[in-house]
C-alpha cells in the first residue's frame, strides 16, 4: 500500500527565505510523485511531477523538488518565498500503470505563510 | 485556461438529507473522479468513472453514494442520506487519460456541512 507523510501540518517562513516542505512516501513499486498547490478558494493546482528521468524536477512559480529514492522523500523547495506563495501544499502518490493504484494518494497537506 | 467547475461551492444539509454535489469537467476530458477532504485530515480518493460507469471506488463509496453523468457536461456525485461524517470538502476532477501520471485538474471544491 502506498502512504504519504508530510511533516510539519503549518510551515512559516519570511519573504526572500528558503521554503522548504517535506514529503516522505512508501511505496510497493517505483512511485509516481506529485506537489499540488491550492491557493485560497481555488482548486488543487498541479505544482509539479516526478514519473520517471531526471530526479530534480522544476515547476510553476519557481518551485523544484528532488526525487530521493534512498531516502523515499520528495521535498519541495523554492529559493526565495514570495508573499504570492502563501497557500497549502499537497504531496502525492500513485502507482504507474493508471489502475486503481493509478489513483492519487495524497498527504494531509502543508499550509506555507510568508511574513513580510 | 480550462476549468473544472463546481457547484455550489458551500453546502448546509441537515442528517438524513439527500444532497447532489455538482461538477462541469473540462469538456475534452474522458475520465471523472471524486475525492474529499474531511477537515484537518487526507485528500481521499472516492470514486473514479469512465465511458459512463464506474471504474474504481474506494471503502469510503458505499451505497449511500452515486455518480451519475446526467447529459454531455455534468457529474454529479449525490449522497442519499447524509451523515455528520459526510461533512467534509468534496472536490471534482477530470483528466484526458487515464492515470494520475497525466494529471488532473481540480476543480475549486464543495465544502458540505452535515447538521
Known amino acids: 500500500a502506498q502512504s504519504v507523510t508530510q511533516l510539519g501540518s503549518h510551515v512559516s517562513v519570511s519573504e526572500g527565505a528558503l521554503v522548504l516542505l517535506r514529503c516522505n512516501y512508501s511505496s510497493s513499486v517505483p512511485p509516481y510523485l506529485f506537489w499540488y498547490v491550492q491557493y485560497p478558494n481555488q482548486g488543487l493546482q498541479l505544482l509539479l511531477k516526478?514519473?520517471?528521468?531526471?530526479?530534480l524536477v522544476k515547476g510553476i512559480n519557481g518551485f523544484e523538488a528532488e526525487f530521493k529514492k534512498s531516502e523515499t522523500s520528495f521535498h519541495l523547495t523554492k529559493p526565495s518565498a514570495h508573499m504570492s506563495d502563501a497557500a497549502e501544499y499537497f504531496c502525492?502518490?500513485?502507482?504507474?500503470?493508471?489502475?486503481?493504484?493509478?489513483?492519487?494518494?495524497f498527504g494531509k497537506g502543508t499550509k506555507l505563510s510568508v511574513k513580510p | 485556461e480550462p476549468e473544472v467547475t463546481q457547484t455550489p461551492s458551500h453546502q448546509v444539509t441537515q442528517m438524513g438529507q439527500e444532497v447532489i454535489l455538482r461538477c462541469v469537467p473540462i469538456s475534452n476530458h474522458l475520465y471523472f473522479y471524486w475525492y474529499r477532504q474531511i477537515l484537518g485530515q487526507k485528500v481521499e480518493f472516492l470514486v473514479s468513472?469512465?465511458?459512463?460507469?464506474?471504474?474504481?471506488k474506494s471503502e469510503i463509496f458505499d451505497d449511500q453514494f452515486s455518480v451519475e453523468r446526467p447529459d454531455g457536461s455534468n457529474f454529479t456525485l449525490k449522497i442519499r442520506s447524509t451523515k455528520l461524517e459526510d461533512s467534509a470538502m468534496y472536490f471534482c476532477a477530470s483528466s484526458e487519460m487515464k492515470g494520475a501520471s497525466y494529471g488532473y485538474t481540480f476543480g475549486s471544491g464543495t465544502r458540505l456541512t452535515v447538521v
Open positions: 516526478y514519473t520517471t528521468g531526471a530526479t
Open positions: 468513472f469512465y465511458n459512463n460507469e464506474i471504474s474504481e
Open positions: 502525492a502518490v500513485s502507482a504507474p500503470g493508471g489502475g486503481s493504484q493509478g489513483n492519487l494518494i
